[in-house]
């Protein structure tokens, strides 16, 4: 099991790309939960005025009375936006679309792009024991998503198997280069994963061959693959591995979470 420092707090991974449908929420949730069936504590922000991860998660819209709108914009306890999922391991600040106005009220706020960083780190988040934190971005390279890179130590890339799937990456990595450059010096890529990928397609095979070819090692070696169950799952408010846990979906994101593991304690060596 990895040694993630607990003194160091938890690691904390952005998960993000601008591009919309490419399987950010799908990936934040099943590979939380791959982590969590492995013995990780772990927490999921819910950063996307959709709410998709929190609606995934079980967490009715009526029912998220506190959430990251407040944690960003009223310093609000942490103890009152974490809440149960369901699924063991596995906690949740959830979201809903009040957040969408988030961007203008931060925007004259000095500390508007660390807003979410100071949150994470509130004293009291010692006593959660999270081992991960996983924030789910919107599909847009917004003051949002600039507030998840500043408080990660990491951004993790899903990237789908289609045609222009590498087109906007570029400003992907650009933002997480100014990003470094002006807020976050240690913020680093985690990794590209390759999702809705589809191996009896020749293009799913050319969409691999170009992301190995201009990102190398960044790809991570385990692929998501397009799955039925995958994709039925949020619809009964639970992971894919709850859902159907021998489906090849379900599998892949415990490929996933095992490869993250495993990357992330060669690191720390």
């Known amino acids: 099991m990895l040694d993630l420092a607990r003194s160091?707090?938890?690691?904390?991974?952005?998960?993000?790309?601008?591009?919309?449908?490419?399987?950010?929420?799908?990936?934040?949730?099943?590979?939380?939960?791959?982590?969590?069936?492995?013995?990780?504590?772990?927490?999921?922000?819910?950063?996307?005025?959709?709410?998709?991860?929190?609606?995934?998660?079980?967490?009715?819209?009526?029912?998220?009375?506190?959430?990251?709108?407040?944690?960003?914009?009223?310093?609000?306890?942490?103890?009152?936006?974490?809440?149960?999922?369901?699924?063991?391991?596995?906690?949740?600040?959830?979201?809903?679309v009040d957040l969408s106005s988030a961007d203008m009220e931060l925007i004259s706020n000095e500390k508007r792009s660390f807003l979410l960083h100071d949150a994470l780190r509130q004293p009291a988040m010692d006593g959660f024991g999270f081992d991960f934190i996983l924030i789910d971005c919107p599909p847009s390279l917004n003051l949002l998503t600039v507030n998840a890179m500043v408080a990660a130590h990491s951004v993790l890339?899903?990237?789908?198997?289609?045609?222009f799937a590498l087109e906007g990456l570029s400003q992907l990595m650009l933002t997480v280069r100014e990003v470094r450059q002006s807020a976050n010096k240690n913020l680093r890529i985690e990794g590209v994963v390759l999702t809705m990928y589809d191996g009896r397609n020749n293009l799913s095979s050319q969409v691999e061959q170009d992301a190995r070819d201009n990102l190398g090692p960044l790809v991570f070696q385990t692929k998501i693959p397009r799955n039925v169950r995958v994709s039925e799952a949020p619809s009964y408010a639970v992971p894919v591995l709850s859902y159907d846990p021998g489906s090849k979906g379900a599998e892949a994101y415990r490929a996933l979470a095992r490869e993250l593991v495993t990357n992330n304690k060669r690191q720390a060596a």
């Open 8 to 96: 160091a707090g938890p690691k904390i991974i952005a998960i993000a790309n601008q591009k919309g449908g490419v399987g950010k929420t799908t990936t934040t949730i099943n590979l939380a939960a791959a982590l969590a069936e492995d013995a990780f504590n772990v927490l999921i922000v819910d950063l996307d005025p959709q709410g998709n991860a929190s609606t995934g998660l079980g967490i009715e819209a009526d029912e998220r009375e506190y959430t990251t709108y407040e944690l960003l914009l009223e310093e609000i306890e942490l103890d009152k936006v974490i809440r149960e999922t369901g699924q063991t391991n596995l906690r949740i600040v959830p979201a809903t």
């Open 157 to 163: 890339v899903p990237l789908q198997s289609e045609f």
